[in-house]
């Protein structure tokens, strides 16, 4: 089989363009991470939760796009509160597995509450995405992935200028380093983890529309969190800048795996990238390298 | 009112059972176990066999995250090892099925002592993500090593056969199921009083301090790795006697979680928590199934919203443990003991 070198291209901007909703989805990850030091298996789900609502709003009441957004984004950041008050808060101060092992449960609950509502049947978006092709060259990309790619680009550089100069990016990278440091110089540190687990729920649920628009949502879309993870830790815990780089590069090895080798080889091949980075480099490629003492 | 437990030698301080009353009821549970087949239908008897290869697993399990502290996500991909061995020796050279099982928790705990040796450079949640990560590979040797797993369409098992008996049914498998789930279960318990176990606990508070006091931890937490899956792998080969086919679809990754959640919810760290954990997780699905069908009569829907509110409930059970009650039922089961203990006194 001759690979044309057309066919590589198309196949990689394909590939960035799923992988920019993986980096979004992994920033979501690792705003909670920086700020509680929780691994939030669940993201994925509330990625999930994210796009459903946006199919009640924009679907089931019908409202326009313009007000079902933003409607999404403000449900997205309750359920995030809802979540870090009930769930997070309590656990806190305990090791950090059993923190871990409550968002495997709240990955159950979000999938029973949204079968429970939508039932377990795949649905599709209300088209809102341009429909025109986008040519780059030579180059075909489909509509969706191009534009998907250039909101969520839009998205994360707006994360990273807000982390870097505003107030409340400063107070969470304060939190995420010290906490006691941080609230001794007035810092208030439970409302910055209530803060960031609503900021990553909007974060998510903006990944979920987006990635609902490209290819439909269901009650197990939610899988899609899995490939985050394995960006996540690639990446980095820690390292939105780790997330981001991971993101396009495991999203473009999916792609490439994918169109070149055949569908059932993409998990084997980012599972084996995996294993080889936490093996040679266990913080992953940007991620803080913690010390242990006695 | 037991006074008091007091002790003349290490030896009876560190017994299997400390009092009588422990002896006694042992007994009477050993007797419950084999008058149980006499009353069971053929349902219960199912469930009980199920139950009992679910005590095996999350025991194992226990032993590797609740006593080593080495938390896993692969714990299920072990038992599909263990159910494919069984499948393969068992179809292609018709071996003896106690030889099946053995072999069955060999393979799963070399592969489980090969997927364990990350565990010395990552720890914590990486190794937990690196063992999920070994189970989607192992995934992947299930679906496409054709010529020995099936691929797609797996492995019909053959009846289990011991001495020209043919254990068909659940309640025929129980003879083996049941003496084999006491004898593995009564193993851990005792591992935890040799110098093997003691150093998976102390690798467990704190692996450094483990390290300095002598204890190699490449060799003692492979060693758990191994011992775990061992007891997967026989549990896995079970498994695969009672539902009779192999595929790769038998032990998703949902799986591993559901042994995780058994072994919080039961008690982390204690042998019965395991036992506890792998019962109440096993039969909370079938109270749900029958609490469906009791409201059937006013809810006529009850059962279409039967799967989400069990995925809810699920999702609640592990959250509402972890908030309150931390320790699981293991630590229930521990007050209620004192409290009788101790009667007539307040605790």
């Not at chain 2, 080495?70 to 393969?88: D, E, K, N, P, W």
């Amino acid at each position: 089989m001759a690979i044309e070198f057309i066919d590589i291209v198309e196949t990689s901007l394909a590939g960035l363009g799923t992988g920019s909703l993986m980096a979004l989805t992994g920033v979501a990850f690792v705003i909670i991470y920086k700020a509680t030091k929780v691994i939030n298996l669940a993201i994925g789900e509330m990625l999930m939760i994210g796009a459903f609502v946006f199919y009640g709003f924009s679907a089931g009441l019908a409202l326009p796009i313009w007000a079902s957004v933003p409607a999404t984004l403000v449900v997205a950041a309750l359920i995030g509160g809802v979540i870090e008050r009930t769930m997070i808060r309590p656990l806190l101060k305990d090791n950090p597995v059993s923190v871990f092992m409550v968002t495997i449960g709240l990955t159950s609950v979000l999938i029973g509450v949204v079968e429970l509502v939508w039932s377990a049947e795949p649905r599709r978006l209300p088209e809102f995405l341009p429909q025109q092709p986008v040519l780059l060259g030579d180059a075909f990309i489909p509509s969706k992935t191009a534009y998907s790619f250039l909101i969520a680009s839009a998205v994360m550089a707006v994360l990273i200028t807000v982390f870097a100069f505003w107030r409340g990016g400063i107070a969470l990278r304060a939190t995420a380093t010290d906490r006691a440091a941080a609230s001794s110089v007035g810092i208030d540190v439970p409302g910055v983890f209530s803060f960031s687990w609503m900021l990553a729920a909007t974060v998510a649920a903006l990944a979920g529309i987006l990635v609902g628009s490209v290819g439909g949502i269901s009650s197990a879309m939610g899988l899609f969190g899995l490939s985050v993870f394995v960006v996540v830790i690639v990446g980095g815990l820690d390292s939105i800048l780790g997330a981001l780089i991971a993101g396009l590069f495991i999203g473009w090895l999916e792609a490439m795996v994918g169109r070149f080798l055949g569908g059932e080889f993409k998990l084997l091949a980012t599972f084996s990238i995996l294993l080889i980075v936490l093996v040679v480099r266990p913080y992953g490629l940007f991620g803080t390298h913690e010390i242990e003492r006695l | 009112m037991r006074v008091a437990t007091a002790k003349e030698s290490y030896a009876a301080d560190q017994g299997l059972f400390k009092t009588d009353t422990q002896k006694v009821w042992f007994g009477l549970l050993l007797a419950a176990l084999v008058l149980f087949p006499l009353h069971g239908s053929n349902y219960w008897m199912f469930l009980a066999v199920l139950v009992m290869i679910n005590i095996i697993s999350t025991t194992g399990l226990n032993i590797l995250t609740g006593y080593t502290g080495q938390v896993s996500l692969g714990h299920a991909a072990f038992m599909a090892v263990g159910a494919y061995t069984v499948a393969f020796f068992d179809g292609r050279f018709d071996t003896p099925v106690l030889l099946n099982l053995v072999l069955a928790g060999a393979v799963a705990a070399f592969i489980g002592y090969l997927v364990g040796l990350p565990s010395l450079r990552i720890k914590g949640l990486y190794l937990a993500i690196a063992t999920l990560a070994a189970s989607v590979i192992l995934g992947f040797i299930f679906l496409n090593w054709t010529p020995v797993t099936g691929g797609l369409r797996g492995l019909n098992v053959p009846t289990a056969t011991i001495a020209g008996i043919e254990l068909a049914t659940p309640d025929r498998l129980y003879w083996l199921v049941m003496p084999i789930t006491v004898i593995m279960v009564l193993a851990a318990k005792n591992l935890f009083r040799t110098r093997v176990g003691r150093a998976f606990i102390a690798i467990r508070d704190r692996d450094i301090s483990a390290e300095i006091i002598g204890i190699s931890l490449l060799k003692y937490k492979l060693t758990s790795f191994a011992i775990s899956s061992f007891y997967a792998g026989v549990a896995g080969g079970l498994w695969a006697y009672l539902f009779r086919v192999v595929t790769p679809e038998s032990f998703p990754a949902l799986a591993s979680i559901f042994f995780l959640a058994a072994v919080i919810v039961g008690g982390a760290g204690t042998i019965i928590g395991g036992i506890f954990g792998a019962v109440f997780m096993t039969l909370i699905p079938e109270f749900l199934k029958l609490a469906a069908t009791a409201v059937v009569p006013w809810f006529p829907d009850a059962p279409i919203y039967l799967a989400p509110v069990r995925a809810i409930i699920f999702g609640l059970l592990i959250i509402g443990f972890l908030i309150f009650e931390p320790m699981g039922l293991a630590e229930m089961w521990r007050r209620t003991r004192r409290y009788f203990a101790l009667w007539p006194f307040r605790t």
